[in-house]
């Protein structure tokens, strides 16, 4: 899916995206990262409400393939250098982390 | 000579510690524990400190002024200072951070502020066990502004640890120390950077700690030199807060 087509649908602000496409196969939603760690896999979308600037050094590590950052929580400039510096997407949503679940849903991503 | 410490200690004011922990009875339980240094570190809040300092003088234990921050992240940070009144400003800046949550004393109990006589003398009416507004970084970083360091608590704990929530020390966070859980396992491997400290993050009297965990000083006041870094203590005095 084309990266600017996937945060219309979604109603995402970006913060930065890195992609032409964007490829999600499936959803882990978590705010502790040693459990993100351990759950979380390649290409998934990650839901958090985590803002710390090692979120992104997590999805780097996973090689996931977008952070939404939910409830729009701000987001540390920090955080989102080092996403510009690891090309991780990096989108915030005023939605809460259930319904930013169910639009990935409705979009047929299981 | 060796030095036995405790310095994770609550007292009643952190709203999940026992009623029996006033001033008198921690300093009383240190001193029969045979401690010579500990610290008190209430859940964001600095204002039972006055009163401990004055007591443990008086028993010949010295006393850290302390607190244990909880992060906007969740994190809980030790942080200790060298003086009481840089203390107490660092613990109204947290304190002032917490959302507006009122504590609800029949779920969490009251959150006492105790003279040196064992008295109360008010409430906190914030619920303590709220996260600040500062993040761990910003925490760390206001705790050297106020002549202090920061300690990151219970890494190696599931809840409320940097190892936890955060997944890994961050790189660049200015610390020397980290607080280790005696009871939950550690990996080597994540420590082996930093110096450590143990202590009994007590809520009752009973588990303050024993003398076992100790420090090797020619005097107490070289925890100072121990516990911060050395070019901290240089600009000391010199930063406002």
């Known amino acids: 899916m084309k990266i600017i087509d ?17 490829e999600i196969e499936g959803v882990y939603i978590g705010d502790l990262l040693s ?10 979308a990650w839901i958090t409400i985590q803002t710390h600037v090692n979120i992104v050094a997590v999805a780097e590590l996973l090689d996931l393939s977008c952070i939404i950052v939910v409830e729009d929580m701000e987001v540390e400039q920090e955080t989102i250098e080092k996403a510009k510096e690891h090309g991780i997407p990096l989108y915030k949503s005023k939605e809460s982390a259930y319904e930013t679940a169910c639009r990935l849903q409705s979009m047929g991503i299981k | 000579m060796k030095y036995y410490y405790d310095l994770h200690i609550h007292s009643d004011l952190s709203p999940c510690a026992s009623e029996d922990m006033t001033p008198s009875n921690i300093v009383n339980m240190s001193y ?38 909880t992060t906007k992240e969740e994190v809980h940070a030790l942080c200790y200072f060298m003086k009481l009144d840089r203390a107490m400003d660092f613990g109204r800046l947290i304190y002032d951070s917490l ?46 502004k106020h002549c202090g360091t920061m300690i990151p608590a219970h890494i190696n704990k599931k809840s409320n640890s940097v190892l936890g929530i955060l997944g890994f020390i961050p790189p660049g966070l200015k610390i020397n120390f980290v607080e280790i859980h005696s009871k939950s396992e550690i990996n080597e491997k994540v420590i082996k950077k930093y110096n450590i400290i143990k202590n009994s993050d007590a809520h009752y009297l009973t588990d303050i700690s024993e003398a076992v965990n100790s ?27």
């Open chain 1, 6 to 22: 996937f945060a219309k649908k979604m109603d995402l602000y970006q913060l930065y995206d890195s992609k032409d496409d964007i």
């Open chain 1, 35 to 44: 459990i993100v760690m351990s759950k979380a896999k390649m290409n998934y």
């Open chain 2, 32 to 69: 029969i524990k045979g401690l010579n240094i500990i610290s008190v570190t209430d859940h964001n809040t600095t204002e039972n400190l006055p009163s401990f300092l004055q007591l443990c003088d008086n028993r010949g234990i010295k006393f850290i002024p302390g607190i244990e921050v």
């Open chain 2, 99 to 144: 959302p507006d949550i009122k504590n609800i004393p029949s779920i969490f109990g009251q959150q006492n502020i105790y003279n040196n006589k064992d008295e109360v003398t008010g409430t906190l009416d914030k619920l303590l066990l709220s996260a600040s507004g500062y993040s761990l970084e910003e925490v760390c970083s206001l705790a050297h």
């Open chain 2, 215 to 241: 420090i090797e000083l020619n005097n107490a006041d070289e925890i100072y030199k121990y516990l911060f870094i050395n070019s901290l203590l240089n600009d000391c005095g010199t930063e406002g807060s």
